[in-house]
């Protein structure tokens, strides 16, 4: 929401560095940000198990969209299911040696299995790329199929934040009869921007080009998110809400689907 402000007029020379935790930072809103102030935010990872694991520390290059390297004492990796490092799986640490910022354990729920393996697994997902660089995918419960192809949530509504309209979006599965799920968007729309069906229409057919069939919204409703008192979206109510909208086989005020414009489809 802050970057719907005019961040020129807040630009002062007293501030040198930017960080950002707590939510996965999208590319645009760091271009945003470097063009009003000259800044670029730093974004890193971390739990409440933890302090900071992954981050985009001073004196190496950020990569708009990433989490960053491995901070010092951590060994992080991506495992697969079977526990073996993967350039894409869950984010885990090596507890051999035990770092001295991990958790000793749950206090009122000692048997909660975290650690397994070796390996701390924090339950998010990620790949890894050449540089040694973390790219966040989700929460391994917010991951879905579609069509047997695997969606990361995080991608699309990166894909949605670019939208001249969007001020905020969460994609969650919409369960179907023949892809079993198809991604569905609920959005905030910025200040004075209509949420009428034209502009669903328009926001359909920009993701449309942006991104592969497969990873297509195909769903939307204009809705505000349900948060936490720390401001994470809670993805795992907008879910089970999902779950009974389509279980009671009706629609919401403000949904649209994608078949209810015919004029954007294509041979693609």
């Known amino acids: 929401m802050v970057v719907l402000e005019d961040?020129?007029?807040?630009?002062?020379q007293a501030l040198r560095e930017l960080v950002s935790a707590g939510e996965p930072l999208n590319p645009e809103i760091?271009?945003?940000?470097?063009?009003?102030?000259?800044?670029?935010?730093?974004?890193?990872?971390?739990?409440?198990?933890?302090?900071?694991?992954?981050?985009?520390s001073p004196g190496q290059p950020v990569k708009p969209g990433s989490m960053g390297r491995p901070m010092p004492g951590f060994q992080v990796a991506t495992i697969d299911a079977d526990g073996q490092p993967a350039e894409e799986g869950e984010i885990a640490v090596r507890v051999d040696?035990?770092?001295?910022?991990?958790?000793?354990?749950?206090?009122?729920?000692?048997?909660?299995?975290?650690?397994?393996?070796?390996?701390?697994?924090t339950g998010d997902v990620a790949r890894v790329d050449e540089d040694g660089y973390f790219w966040y995918i989700g929460r391994a419960d917010d991951v879905f199929k579609s069509s047997d192809y695997r969606?990361?949530?995080?991608?699309?509504?990166?894909?949605?934040?670019e939208h001249e309209a969007v001020a905020e979006a969460a994609v969650v599965p919409s369960p179907d009869?023949?892809?079993?799920?198809?991604?569905?968007?609920?959005?905030v729309l910025k200040p004075g921007?209509?949420?009428?069906?034209?502009?669903?229409r328009e926001i359909f057919r920009f993701v449309?080009?942006?991104?592969?069939?497969?990873?297509?919204?195909?769903?939307?409703?204009?809705?505000?998110?349900?948060?936490?008192?720390?401001?994470?979206?809670?993805?795992?109510?907008?879910r089970a809400?999902?779950?009974?909208?389509?279980?009671?086989?009706?629609?919401?005020?403000?949904?649209?689907?994608?078949?209810?414009?015919?004029?954007?489809r294509t041979r693609a």
């Open 151 to 161: 969606i990361s949530p995080f991608e699309i509504e990166s894909a949605l934040l």
């Open 177 to 187: 009869p023949i892809r079993l799920a198809v991604p569905k968007a609920f959005i």
């Open 30 to 56: 760091i271009e945003r940000v470097r063009t009003a102030w000259g800044l670029t935010i730093r974004d890193g990872y971390g739990q409440t198990e933890t302090t900071a694991l992954v981050g985009n």
């Open 97 to 121: 040696p035990r770092p001295v910022g991990l958790m000793a354990g749950y206090a009122d729920d000692p048997g909660r299995a975290t650690m397994a393996g070796g390996y701390y697994r």
């Open 7 to 12: 961040l020129a007029a807040y630009r002062t």
């Open 193 to 200: 921007v209509e949420p009428s069906a034209e502009t669903g």
């Open 208 to 238: 449309r080009e942006r991104l592969a069939p497969y990873k297509r919204v195909r769903r939307l409703q204009f809705a505000e998110l349900p948060k936490t008192i720390s401001g994470k979206i809670r993805r795992v109510e907008l």
């Open 241 to 264: 809400y999902e779950q009974q909208l389509r279980a009671e086989g009706g629609r919401a005020p403000g949904e649209f689907w994608e078949e209810d414009f015919p004029e954007l």
